[in-house]
């Protein structure tokens, strides 16, 4: 709980309300300072690896001292030079005295700057993909058991031939699936910038190992692997190259937008009362109406959505707007812009995984809705067993055509229930299929093969998508009372 004090500042809601604590702690500064440190201490020791005159002692005393950041003191060294890398040298030197001579030697800002956001990416993938593996369990969970009760389908939200509650799933499904494999890709490009120097060149460091090529390109991939990466990229400017970040947040954003679609769906569902997300026992839905179960969830993750859809200009306009081998307009805009679509993902993941894990079916309202609409659906079927009898196709045709408008207009213009199917029992002409209206009008003879493709979508391309998360477990974060 924050104390009184912080309640005269702003905070922004992604971490005071929303995102989970290994998503806040990935962007901290607590992570952001104690990895600028671990990346003094591996260059240091690759730098005394290759030769250079550092001390078992200097790197000791480095390592000491690699998360107990002084930021009182950090804050006024960057009031005074006006610089973060340097204020923050300065304060790892002051507690390094035997091995301040050697920190940040050969390198410039980025190569803690840009490294620690690679890392933090990474690691932030790394968060994130469990979770939507757990969404993706839950949700493959709800179109098993609902994989061949049929509902209404909808096209232009007009009803449309029967599909499944399952199978409606699995379109939500089949966009998370998509968006594992694209966070699965875009985590495992990700390369490491290295020791590149100021513009890229590692003249720097050429100078220091006294132009031995060699071991500079050793110091590189030392340190890269020291960081966890396979491979660093081999031509950088000052900074990793800004479309970097673009792949990354079009994943992100991509996610938000399969998110939104989901629990617009979810929330048209509910207005149907068809389907409806958890409501807790004291749950209020509404401070002025108290009958109201209001989609409270699905509508968090449509906001938040939004605002992680609108974040992707920010990496687009970086960088398009980045001169020759960089300017530091990137720098004020990446730090709100990478954070926050990361923060963002996490948040509508921990709620998205809340709504599958307690989604409500009420069949008996489906079975109305389809009963109001399927005596329509089923006319062609009608007319082909009329055929069969002897009938005349184009007569039967007129003769449902004149018995449909007055059905419509008593649901239109009356509010009545659909009466189709009685007017088509009243009328003598139909009296020969009469005994076959029942099995005409079976729901399940609607919905073709929904039931067969849900068990082999399931089969053939969750199952051995969620095979690698399978031992991981996620801790459900969000607060219940947070979410609206």
């Given at each position: 709980?924050?104390?009184?004090?912080?309640?005269?500042?702003?905070?922004?809601?992604?971490?005071?309300?929303?995102?989970?604590?290994?998503?806040?702690?990935?962007?901290?500064?607590?992570?952001?300072?104690?990895?600028?440190?671990?990346?003094?201490?591996?260059?240091?020791?690759?730098?005394?690896?290759?030769?250079?005159?550092?001390?078992?002692?200097?790197?000791?005393?480095?390592?000491?001292?690699?998360?107990?950041?002084?930021?009182?003191?950090?804050?006024?060294?960057?009031?005074k030079l006006r610089h973060d890398v340097?204020?923050?040298?300065?304060?790892?030197?002051?507690c390094c005295p035997t091995a301040a001579?050697?920190?940040?030697?050969?390198?410039?800002?980025?190569?803690?700057?840009?490294?620690?956001?690679?890392?933090?990416?990474?690691?932030?993938?790394?968060?994130?993909?469990?979770?939507?593996?757990?969404?993706?369990?839950?949700?493959?969970?709800?179109?098993?058991?609902?994989?061949?009760?049929?509902?209404?389908?909808?096209?232009?939200?007009?009803?449309?031939?029967?599909?499944?509650?399952?199978?409606?799933?699995?379109?939500?499904?089949?966009?998370?699936?998509?968006?594992?494999?694209?966070?699965?890709?875009?985590?495992?490009?990700?390369?490491?910038?290295?020791?590149?120097?100021?513009?890229?060149?590692?003249?720097?460091?050429?100078?220091?190992?006294?132009?031995?090529?060699?071991?500079?390109?050793?110091?590189?991939?030392?340190?890269?692997?020291?960081?966890?990466?396979?491979?660093?990229?081999?031509?950088?400017?000052?900074?990793?190259?800004?479309?970097?970040?673009?792949?990354?947040?079009?994943?992100?954003?991509?996610?938000?937008?399969?998110?939104?679609?989901?629990?617009?769906?979810?929330?048209?569902?509910?207005?149907?009362?068809?389907?409806?997300?958890?409501?807790?026992?004291?749950?209020?839905?509404?401070?002025?109406?108290?009958?109201?179960?209001?989609?409270?969830?699905?509508?968090?993750?449509?906001?938040?959505?939004?605002?992680?859809?609108?974040?992707?200009?920010?990496?687009?306009?970086?960088?398009?707007?980045?001169?020759?081998?960089?300017?530091?307009?990137?720098?004020?805009?990446?730090?709100?812009?990478?954070?926050?679509?990361?923060?963002?993902?996490?948040?509508?993941?921990?709620?998205?995984?809340?709504?599958?894990?307690?989604?409500?079916?009420?069949?008996?309202?489906?079975?109305?809705?389809?009963?109001?609409?399927?005596?329509?659906?089923?006319?062609?079927?009608?007319?082909?067993?009329?055929?069969?009898?002897?009938?005349?196709?184009?007569?039967?045709?007129?003769?449902?055509?004149?018995?449909?408008?007055?059905?419509?207009?008593?649901?239109?213009?009356?509010?009545?229930?659909?009466?189709?199917?009685?007017?088509?029992?009243?009328?003598?002409?139909?009296?020969?299929?009469?005994?076959?209206?029942?099995?005409?009008?079976?729901?399940?003879?609607?919905?073709?093969?929904?039931?067969?493709?849900?068990?082999?979508?399931?089969?053939?391309?969750?199952?051995?998508?969620?095979?690698?998360?399978?031992?991981?477990?996620?801790?459900?974060?969000?607060?219940?009372?947070?979410?609206?």
């Amino acid at each position: 709980m924050a104390g009184a004090e912080e309640m005269n500042k702003y905070r922004s809601p992604l971490v005071s309300r929303y995102a989970s604590k290994e998503m806040s702690y990935n962007f901290s500064d607590k992570k952001k300072f104690t990895t600028w440190r671990k990346l003094w201490i591996y260059l240091a020791k690759a730098e005394k690896a290759l030769g250079l005159p550092i001390t078992d002692a200097q790197i000791a005393e480095m390592e000491s001292h690699a998360e107990d950041i002084d930021f009182a003191m950090a804050t006024e060294e960057e009031r005074k030079l006006r610089h973060d890398v340097m204020a923050h040298v300065h304060t790892f030197a002051h507690c390094c005295p035997t091995a301040a001579p050697i920190i940040h030697l050969g390198a410039t800002s980025c190569y803690v700057g840009d490294n620690t956001d690679l890392i933090a990416l990474r690691d932030g993938f790394n968060i994130l993909l469990p979770k939507l593996a757990r969404v993706i369990d839950r949700l493959a969970n709800f179109a098993e058991e609902y994989a061949d009760l049929p509902t209404l389908g909808f096209t232009h939200f007009q009803p449309a031939q029967l599909t499944t509650v399952g199978k409606r799933a699995c379109l939500w499904l089949q966009d998370l699936v998509m968006d594992v494999r694209k966070l699965e890709r875009a985590r495992d490009d990700l390369r490491f910038r290295g020791v590149k120097g100021t513009t890229g060149t590692q003249a720097s460091f050429l100078q220091l190992f006294q132009g031995d090529h060699d071991k500079v390109e050793e110091l590189d991939k030392m340190v890269t692997e020291m960081a966890g990466f396979k491979k660093a990229y081999l031509v950088t400017g000052q900074t990793y190259n800004c479309k970097v970040d673009i792949d990354c947040m079009s994943t992100l954003v991509g996610l938000g937008a399969s998110v939104h679609k989901i629990c617009t769906d979810i929330r048209l569902l509910a207005n149907l009362k068809e389907i409806e997300e958890p409501f807790e026992k004291e749950q209020i839905g509404s401070s002025a109406m108290p009958y109201k179960r209001n989609p409270m969830r699905a509508e968090c993750c449509c906001s938040l959505a939004r605002h992680l859809i609108a974040l992707m200009d920010d990496p687009l306009q970086t960088a398009s707007v980045q001169w020759l081998e960089r300017t530091l307009d990137d720098s004020a805009n990446r730090r709100i812009s990478l954070p926050e679509s990361f923060l963002t993902a996490d948040i509508i993941l921990s709620t998205l995984q809340n709504i599958t894990e307690g989604l409500v079916v009420y069949p008996k309202v489906i079975e109305r809705h389809i009963h109001n609409e399927l005596p329509f659906m089923a006319t062609e079927n009608i007319i082909k067993v009329i055929v069969k009898a002897g009938g005349n196709r184009q007569e039967c045709h007129e003769k449902i055509r004149v018995l449909s408008q007055e059905a419509a207009a008593v649901v239109k213009q009356e509010g009545g229930d659909n009466d189709l199917l009685a007017r088509i029992q009243r009328d003598p002409y139909f009296a020969p299929i009469l005994g076959q209206l029942d099995a005409l009008l079976d729901p399940k003879t609607f919905i073709g093969r929904a039931p067969q493709q849900v068990a082999k979508f399931l089969a053939e391309e969750v199952c051995p998508l969620l095979e690698p998360y399978k031992t991981i477990k996620v801790k459900l974060v969000v607060s219940i009372a947070m979410a609206k």
